[in-house]
């Protein structure tokens, strides 16, 4: 074992690791930076072993867990949910950051009643997938989205999830395009899979030739189809 940031790193954010071309890892990771909540990127040289640790962006608002993936071309993409403070910031957003040389490309990818819980993946083109989810206004269920960026910007879909209560995001996209999402239903104590029947362009109003499908894997029901989401 070998330690990586030994100052300053928020507890309460969970780590992220994805791994280069190379092999070489690659941690997303939140930490305070004077005073101020900061996403944090370490990546181990593989000539010297040394950990090289980098400030991306500040985040305004509780702890979140950035989430990391690499391109074929071994490109980092971060993705982080920022909810957002009663004053200066009244409504969350979720960020999408690219590295670009020595910089970074940082856009919003959508905002709203975020929560810091969101999950990045990249399809084979290297185009980044983001899912998130909008808190409830009370204590209903909340609504799981999805956001696909192509040459055109971003897309950002709403999935339904009738009476149901989601969180822990993890997502995937297969060789085919095809995301598939999983998630823990708080309500009825359920672990549920979404799959997309079709590979995107992703619409702002879905047709309904592209339905999703949930599966549940930890529930006396074994497979629910759902009809059009749009």
Same mark, same amino acid.
């Given at each position: ?22 092999? @070489? ?9 004077? #005073? *101020?909540?900061?996403?944090?990127? +370490? ?17 305004? @608002? ?12 071994? *490109? ?16 969350? *957003?979720?960020?999408? +950051?690219? !590295? ?39 204590? @209903?269920?909340? !609504?799981?989205?999805?956001? $696909? ?6 897309? *950002? ?25 999983? $998630? #823990? ?27 999703? !499908?949930? $599966? ?15």
């Amino acid at each position: 074992a070998e330690t990586v940031a030994t100052r300053d790193v928020c507890p309460n954010a969970k780590p992220a690791l994805a791994l280069d071309r190379a092999g @070489g890892p690659h941690i997303s990771f939140m930490a305070t930076i004077a #005073y *101020v909540r900061t996403i944090m990127i +370490a990546t181990s040289s593989t000539a010297t072993g040394a950990w090289d640790v980098e400030a991306v962006a500040s985040a305004i @608002g509780a702890d979140t867990s950035p989430a990391i993936a690499l391109d074929a071309n071994s *490109v980092v993409h971060l993705a982080w949910s920022a909810p957002g403070s009663s004053s200066a910031v009244p409504h969350g *957003v979720v960020r999408h +950051a690219m !590295q670009e040389g020595t910089g970074w490309r940082i856009e919003v990818v959508d905002a709203g009643r975020l929560i810091p819980d969101c999950a990045l993946a990249l399809d084979s083109d290297g185009h980044p997938f983001i899912a998130l989810l909008d808190s409830p206004r009370d204590a @209903g269920a909340g !609504q799981l989205r999805l956001a $696909y960026r192509d040459a055109a910007g971003w897309h *950002v879909e709403d999935l339904d999830a009738p009476n149901e209560q989601p969180g822990w995001l993890s997502l995937a996209v297969g060789h085919n395009g095809r995301p598939s999402l999983s $998630y #823990y239903d708080a309500i009825a104590g359920d672990l549920r899979i979404l799959d997309r029947a079709s590979a995107p362009p992703i619409a702002s109003t879905p047709p309904a030739s592209l339905p999703w !499908q949930t $599966y549940c894997i930890d529930c006396p029901r074994a497979f629910d189809s759902m009809a059009d989401h749009s």
